[in-house]
């Protein structure tokens, strides 16, 4: 593990070009739990994930959906970022592609436009209506309760992809564009198991970018790695990043 540790960082301190791609792992250590999980609360263990976070789930009970998020909301007001972000937010010269819907990095001191939320934000609500367009921030600690877009009298919904919807065109884009442009992809807590999200550690390769996978569980993500790591981020990241002056291109 510590030889793989500095070839890792060897690595990272050649590349010019590089960027992280990260997922719930990368949360994990602050205690911010996702759907895929084992559901922590018998409260919503009993409905599938595809009831809570899909158009359809939401046309049957906008309700329960509006509350199942709250309920995520109030836990996540109480979650701070943790050595992982930090480290992370000590590079400022990268740019960071997450499917985290948390603002985790962002509190850690990442600027805004330098994170690409590929799922999008549960720190936002958004009119149900494509065309709308209408968007307003939400208040972690005072949820909103399921009400109707200003704008267009829709509902509002989380800033967030659901299953089944495509991810936002122009933060996909950035980030395939970003993915053609590598020497080196830092994998940081997912397993690359959710598509299309998890394409971009293969284009990254195609283009010939190294990948440097962070990640306690041998997944797929694993598989593409010149390096695994097998620890969690908060634990490996700082030493493996501090000091260096990572850049993404652009
Ligand atoms: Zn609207």
Known sequence: MRDRLEVARELLGRSRHTAVFSG???????GVSTFRDPA?????????????????????NPQRVIEWYNWRRA?????????????????????????????????????A???LHLHG?????????????HAEPVDFAAPQPLRACPRCGDYLRPAVVWFG???????????????RNLDCLLVVGTSATV?????????????????????????????????HLDAAAGEVLPALIAGLDLRSPG
């Open 195 to 227: 598509y299309p999200a998890a394409g971009l550690i293969e284009l990254a390769r195609a283009h010939g970018s190294r990948i440097v996978v962070v990640d306690p569980a041998a997944g797929a993500a694993g598989a593409q790695a010149d390096i």
């Open 40 to 60: 922590p609360d018998a409260l919503w263990s009993r409905f599938d994930p595809t009831e809570l976070a899909s158009v359809e789930g939401f046309s049957v």
């Open 113 to 115: 436009e330098r994170v």
């Open 165 to 179: 919807e495509p991810l936002p065109r122009q933060t996909w884009l950035r980030a395939e564009d970003l993915c």
């Open 24 to 30: 719930a792992g990368l949360s994990a250590e602050s």
């Open 75 to 111: 836990r996540l007001a109480g979650v701070q970022p943790n050595a992982a972000h930090r480290a992370l937010a000590n590079q400022p010269g990268l740019i960071q592609i997450t499917q985290n819907v948390d603002s985790l990095l962002e509190q850690a001191g990442v600027a």
């Open 121 to 133: 934000s549960i720190q936002r609500d958004r009119c149900h209506n494509p065309s709308c367009g």
